[in-house]
């Protein structure tokens, strides 16, 4: 089975703080993305990245940086951190070989709150 | 632009109830429409998808219905459950997108015993 981890369930940060979310695949998939969930507006595309140091933004970048130095890790930056950054942030790999490789697979989350 | 609109946003049904949950797109390049289940506290999962030279998708209780020249889809759920209790999302996307999916705004579906 896929597995995506996050590296931590729930954070509480400052409003200025530097905030590091990490993701980890263990599935050796090419893809990976950054969304974050708010009620009533769904999932939102932050970053993604379709191979090692490549990047993209998405729907909402704003705010954010990513890093992939390594396959099997994408990193979320939020270089400041404001209170309209709190959310649930979910990280998610996709391969693109096979039967399945439409799909992309979640970690649990990251609910973030900003005070 | 949300491209793929959801509704309800919520849902409220008894056991053994059918559910029915919305989509609509607007880009004719989507070729894929998966249905993605959140539980509380876990990441969402896929459920079910289908692709657009089908009418319609069966896996167990759930069937995905799909109308190519009306640009909607839906979810329904045959005999609902209590377990099934959870957020439902609807996406889209197509082949030539390396980002891939869009997703709808979610639906909370309560089922109650």
């Known amino acids: 089975d896929v597995k995506v981890t996050q590296s931590s369930r729930y954070l509480v940060k400052r409003t200025g703080e530097k905030v590091f979310l990490e993701c980890v695949q263990d599935?050796?998939?090419?893809?990976m993305f950054w969304y974050r969930q708010d009620p009533g507006l769904g999932l939102r595309l932050i970053y993604f990245?379709?191979?090692?140091?490549?990047?993209e933004k998405g729907d909402i970048p704003e705010g954010y940086s990513v890093s992939r130095e390594k396959k099997e890790r994408f990193s979320l930056i939020l270089e400041s951190a404001s209170t309209n950054q709190t959310s649930m942030y979910l990280c998610a790999s996709r391969g693109l070989a096979g039967r399945m490789a439409r799909e992309q697979y979640f970690g649990p989350g990251t609910r973030l709150t900003v005070t | 632009q949300q491209q793929v609109k959801q509704s309800p946003q919520s849902l409220i049904v008894q056991k053994g109830g059918i559910p029915i949950i919305n989509c609509a797109y607007e880009?004719?390049?989507?070729?894929?429409f998966p249905w993605y289940q959140q539980f509380p506290g876990k990441g969402p999962a896929l459920l079910i998808a289908?692709?657009?030279?089908?009418s319609e998708k069966k896996e167990g209780r759930f069937t995905i219905s799909f109308n190519k020249s009306a640009k909607q889809f839906s979810l329904h759920i045959m005999d609902s459950q209590p377990g099934d209790s959870a957020t439902y999302f609807c996406?889209?996307?197509?082949?030539?997108?390396?980002?891939?999916?869009?997703f709808g705004s979610g639906t909370q579906l309560t089922v109650l015993p």
């Open positions: 289908i692709r657009p030279d089908v």
């Open positions: 599935m050796d998939h090419e893809n």
């Open positions: 880009n004719t390049a989507f070729d894929y």
């Open positions: 990245s379709y191979d090692v140091k490549m990047k």
């Open positions: 996406a889209a996307s197509h082949s030539g997108s390396a980002r891939q999916l869009t």
